[in-house]
């Protein structure tokens, strides 16, 4: 079975500064991994993904993720967050080669302040 | 265009009413989902359809019942409403193998 751990339920930040969103999972075999956000009173939209091949992982926004195999991870960073950026960041994970369902982790509410 | 529409988007009933959600993609993909997203924001598989073929179901109550007339749609029919089932569902699509797309989700109030 699959599990992820998203560490902080919360992450406070001010405009312009980085941010590091933390994630980690469990699984068996070998894994596919994304970051999705919610905006307010919206949809899933999908940030990025890993699927194979180079660990650093670019997305949309500004937004990257490195996946680091011997640590179960795969956090989120961007070097210079915006007041839109305010939302919720999902960490989800499924079986490599059978993407038909995913585990999700708890989300991290992001809040870029002014 | 929407690639992943569902609809109502926002949906107030009593208990015991019975509702439908309606969920169809315009990706040519081949797997439909439903996603169930609870009031602490926790997202969770409920279902899964491969070429209409049901292929997942997470002990979701019986009064829960998907159906996929064809690849592109995937409804989902709520039997006898309880207030537990507010929440916020998520139809999804993907290609098998690929990434999964989701929808602007539908905000069920049961009151």
């Known amino acids: 079975a699959q599990s992820v751990t998203q560490l902080d339920s919360q992450v406070p930040v001010f405009e312009e500064a980085p941010v590091e969103l933390r994630c980690n999972y469990s699984?068996?075999?070998?894994?596919?991994l994304f970051w999705y956000v919610q905006y307010p009173n919206q949809g899933l939209q999908l940030l990025l993904k890993?699927?194979?091949?180079?660990?650093l992982v670019k997305g949309i926004n500004g937004f990257e993720a490195e996946f680091n195999k011997s640590q179960t991870s795969f956090h989120l960073r961007k070097p210079s967050v915006h007041i839109s950026d305010t939302a919720e960041y999902f960490c989800?994970?499924?079986?490599?080669?059978?993407?038909?369902?995913?585990?999700f982790g708890k989300g991290t509410l992001l809040t870029v302040n002014p | 265009d929407t690639a992943v529409s569902q609809t109502p988007k926002y949906l107030v009933t009593q208990m015991g009413n019975d509702k439908s959600i309606k969920c169809e993609q315009n990706l040519g993909h081949d797997t439909m989902y439903w996603y169930k997203q609870d009031s602490k924001k926790f997202l969770k598989i409920m279902f899964s359809?491969?070429?209409?073929?049901?292929?997942i179901n997470e002990t979701v109550p019986n009064r829960f019942s998907p159906k996929s007339p064809d690849k592109a749609h995937l409804n989902l029919h709520i039997n006898s409403l309880e207030l537990g089932d507010s929440a916020v569902y998520f139809c999804?699509?993907?290609?098998?193998?690929?990434?999964?797309?989701f929808g602007e989700g539908s905000w069920l109030t049961v009151v």
């Open positions: 999804a699509s993907s290609s098998w193998g690929n990434t999964i797309y």
């Open positions: 890993y699927l194979s091949g180079s660990t």
């Open positions: 989800a994970v499924s079986d490599g080669g059978s993407n038909y369902k995913l585990t």
């Open positions: 699984s068996s075999v070998s894994v596919y």
């Open positions: 359809y491969n070429n209409k073929e049901l292929i």
